[in-house]
């Protein structure tokens, strides 16, 4: 919140220190209902929020006898909220109590009662931005003496003390400023505590594929897990407050590492050759092989087990690929008519590419039909990342991968996401991000007809992705089919993940329509 805009008031019936249990629909329920559309965490900002309530409150603390007393102890908050249009959902908020101007706007809720030596009064602020209360979230996973646990449970691994090795207690912990849906601390070269804002009832996903890979073997593919912090609604299902991780040094993710390295690639193209030859373009297919490669070691890792009810791989069925057509063929009405009625707002670019592809609706229903009438192929579904792309992924020192974020795709329902698909699902999604990042680099301009050199790189790139992958699996478990009876599967959940992102552009991003209409059109030239 700006300087300029006031803070609303909290008037507590309660001492700080005994604020849980708290009013449910008492003064903090209405300013945290406030605070929330000026998060970027918030998922919901188009809706309007009809009734707010406390659902509960934990506190932790104390853990520093130099931390004042003001300052403590701390909350984890759970509210619940309830939008218009019948939705409700749950947040996590983490709360402290400072003097004013002890943290930025941005993390201020609300004003307190002042106190006689803070002539400026109190503040409730997200207390994520204070390094105390992520040293006294840290300590919750340690010994407990000295820390207060109220209704939680925390999780450790055996990975936890070895990556508590690395940590100097005398580092701040640091909030990372570039997530959106969920917030995490850094605690130096050790940890990372991801705490998700959107809280679901039920099996938290990277928490189960976190413990299930962190018994897989080396090449590590995904962050270790030291722990979790875990609560419960009031009927008793599960809820995942946060997850402890070992931090991944890193230069950057595969999105910015990618896109920073084309450019580079298509400025040093300009004094001759194509892009994939120079340096910097045979640094980029070096990567887009490994990620290929370590794609395979993922589904491979995600498969190793047959006896695990969760996770063993079971046959790809004729009626599997019917629930997938039919659900692909749903999407492409739905998608499409949103299209036709966003037509006329569009720039005139991204607006003539939409109208052709609109007149290529029944050239699309044939696709899904050819699927529908062809064989059902053999291979296996397996639980994927469901959400693959190159944000997905860190980019190490050494330039190899590790994987993140198996939260799945943010439009599906927590059992939608859990259930197993073909391995091609991630293949489809890590394509359509190559095409993407072709798209979004600024290359030549070529003549009328002729293809541009980000879009020849993104034709070599997706090819050797492919071969990469399938080499690699071919050495492992047979999960896949035959190449001949793989592509019709693979098309079909290329065309999900393009229907997918153009429903997404129109909703959020107008100016990035034209990236998955132009995918939709070259998937029909295929």
């Given amino acids: 919140m700006s300087e300029g805009v006031p803070l609303p008031v909290l008037g507590l019936w309660c ?14 329920a209405r300013v945290l209902a406030t605070y929330l559309p000026r998060c970027r965490w918030f998922a919901s900002k188009s809706r309007e929020i009809r009734s707010s309530k406390v659902e509960s409150v934990h506190r932790i603390g104390p853990v520093s006898p130099e931390i004042t007393d003001r300052t403590l102890p ?29 943290v930025e706007p941005k993390a201020r809720i609300a004003r307190m009662e002042s106190a006689g030596n803070e002539p400026d009064g109190l503040e409730l602020v997200d207390g994520l931005y204070l390094p105390e209360m992520g040293r006294a979230l840290l300590s919750l996973f340690g010994p407990s003496e000295g820390t207060a646990v109220d209704a939680m449970g925390i999780l450790t691994t055996e990975a936890f003390e070895r990556l508590g090795r690395s940590w100097d207690p005398a580092d701040d912990p640091v909030l990372f400023r570039g997530e959106q849906s969920n917030s995490s601390l850094l605690y130096g070269g050790a940890f990372m505590l991801k705490c998700f804002r959107r ?4 099996v938290n996903l990277d ?5 299930f890979l962190e018994e897989d073997a080396l090449p590590r593919i995904v962050a270790p897990l030291g722990g979790a912090i875990l609560g419960k609604t009031p009927e008793g299902e599960p809820l995942t407050f946060a997850i402890l991780q070992g931090f991944v040094a890193n230069r950057g993710d595969g999105w910015s590492w990618m896109r920073d390295t084309l450019k ?15 340096p910097y373009g045979e640094k980029l297919m070096r990567m887009v092989a490994r990620i290929g490669t370590r794609t395979a070691d993922l589904h491979q890792a995600l498969a190793r087990d047959p006896h695990d009810p969760d996770f063993a791989p079971s046959l790809l069925t004729r009626p599997d690929v019917d629930d997938l057509v039919h659900a692909v063929g749903l999407r492409l009405e739905k998608t499409l008519e949103l299209l036709k009625r966003n037509l006329e707002r569009m720039a005139p670019g ?24 062809g064989e059902s192929g053999d291979g296996y579904k397996i639980r994927c990342h ?25 439009a599906l329902s927590l059992a939608e996401r859990r259930q197993k698909s073909s391995p091609l699902l991630d293949v489809a999604g890590m394509i359509r991000s190559l095409h993407y990042l072709s798209c979004s680099v600024l290359g030549d301009s070529p003549n009328p007809g002729e293809v541009s050199k980000t879009h020849r790189w993104f034709i070599e790139a997706s090819a050797l992705f492919q071969s990469s992958y399938f080499r690699k699996m071919e050495s492992g478990r047979p999960l896949l089919s035959d190449r001949a009876r793989i592509d019709p599967l693979l098309t079909l959940y290329l065309l999900r993940k393009g229907l997918y992102e153009l429903e997404y552009e129109l909703n959020n991003r107008p100016d990035w329509v034209g990236i998955p209409i132009a995918g939709l059109l070259d998937l029909l030239e295929k």
Wanted: some cysteine; glycine content about 14%.
């Fill in 15 to 28: 001492s700080w220190r005994d604020l849980s249990p708290v009013d449910p629909d008492g003064d903090l």
């Fill in 74 to 102: 701390f909350f984890l908050c759970v509210l619940l909220v309830a939008f218009g249009d019948g939705v409700t959902e749950r947040y996590l908020v983490p709360l402290a109590r400072v003097p004013h101007g002890r």
């Fill in 199 to 202: 809280l679901e009832p039920g």
């Fill in 207 to 211: 928490l189960e594929v976190g413990m």
């Fill in 264 to 278: 580079k690639g298509v400025l040093d193209s300009d004094h001759g050759g194509v892009l994939a030859s120079g």
């Fill in 350 to 373: 991204p607006r003539s590419e939409g109208a052709g592809l609109l007149e290529r609706l029944p050239d699309l229903r044939g696709m899904v039909g050819r699927v529908h009438a």
């Fill in 386 to 410: 469901g959400d693959f792309h190159l944000g997905q992924l860190l980019v190490t020192p050494e330039e190899d991968v590790v994987f993140l974020d198996f939260e799945g795709e943010p």
